[in-house]
C-alpha cells in the first residue's frame, strides 16, 4: 500500500510519526508532501521549517516543548549576532539547526534542488518515509498587514514569529505558486498512491500553499487514490498553532464542519471523499464527504497511529 500525506507545520509532523508507525504495522510506504510557504531566508541561510520539523521529529531529535528546532539546543550563534546588532533579531536560529541550513544553503548553491537536498539531510535522520518539498521552485507565504499605518505585504515568519499574528491582516499570498512546478517525484507518488491524507495541519498557510502549485491540485482533486483529510480544528479551536487567526483572515468559521466545506467534496471540485473530525464534533456534516467522528488529540504515538487507521478505514 502507498500512503500519500499531504502535511506542513509541528501537527503535521507529529500526524507523521502516527502515519509512519500504522504504515510500519501493515508494510505501507509513505511520502510526506511537505510545504515550502514558510521557508525563508535569513542570514544568509535558506531555512525550511517545516521540512525540518517532520525531519527532526521523525528522526527523534525535534524539541518537544517548542515544536521547532532542535532537542538540547544552544543559542551561541544568536547571542552573537544580537551584540553585533543584526536584524532580523525577533527570529532565532539555534547552533544546531544552523548546521542543517548551512548545509541545505551550501547544496542549494552548488545546484542541487530542494528535493535532492533534503534526500541527502534525510540521509543522517532516517526519517523512515520519504520526505518531499511541494516545489523545488521558490514559493513563499506572505500576509498583507496593516502595520505602522501602513498596508504591505510581509513574510509569514514575520507575520508569525514577530507579530504572532496580532496584527490587521488581509489576506495570504503563495508568492510564486501559480509558476511552481511540483517537485520530482511529487505527482508520481500522487498518481501511484492508494490513499492522500490531508494532515491535521493549518489549512491555510501550511496546506493552502501545497495546492496553490496548480498541477499538484489537479492531481489531488483528479487522481485515482481517495483523499480523506484530518481536522486540526477540534471543538471550535485549533489543535495548535494560528489557525483561527488564519481561519478569521478568510473569514471562516473556525470549526470542523467549516474546514471541512472549505476543502470541499471531490465530486464537486474540491479536495475531500472523507473527513475525519474528532468525537466532540461528532454530527458534523459536511455535504458529498463521509465523515467520520473518532479521538483526534494526539497525546501520544499510540493514539496518533489510531487516528490514522481510522482515516485509512475511513477511505475504504
Ligand atoms: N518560531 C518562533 O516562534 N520563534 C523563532 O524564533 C523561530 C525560529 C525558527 C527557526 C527555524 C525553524 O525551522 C523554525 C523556527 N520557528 C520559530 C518556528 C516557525 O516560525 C513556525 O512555527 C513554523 O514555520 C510554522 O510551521
Redesign the pocket.
Known sequence: MRIVVLT???GGARFLVGVRAHARAIGADVTAVV?VG?DVRMHGLQ????L??VMYTLGGAADPE????RVGESWVVKEELARYGVEPS?????DK?TATHLVRTTMLQAGFPLSQVTAALCERWQPGITLLPATDDRLETHVVVDVEGERKAIH??EW??RYRGEVPTHRFVFRGAESAKPATGVLDAIGQADVVLIAPS?PV??IAPILAVPEIRDAVANGPAPVVGVSPIIGGSPVR?MADKCLATLEVEVSAGAVGRMYGPRAEGGLLDGWLVDTSDAGVEVPGVRTRAVPLWMRDETLTTRMVADALELAR
Not at 525577533?90 to 539555534?94: E, I, S
Request: proline residues 3%.
Open positions: 506542513g507545520g509541528i510545504n514558510d531555512i525550511c521549517p517545516d525540518d520539523s517548542r515544536g521547532w528546532g525577533w527570529f532565532g536560529l539555534g539547526d509569514f515568519q508569525w514569529v493549518n498557510v501550511s498553532g
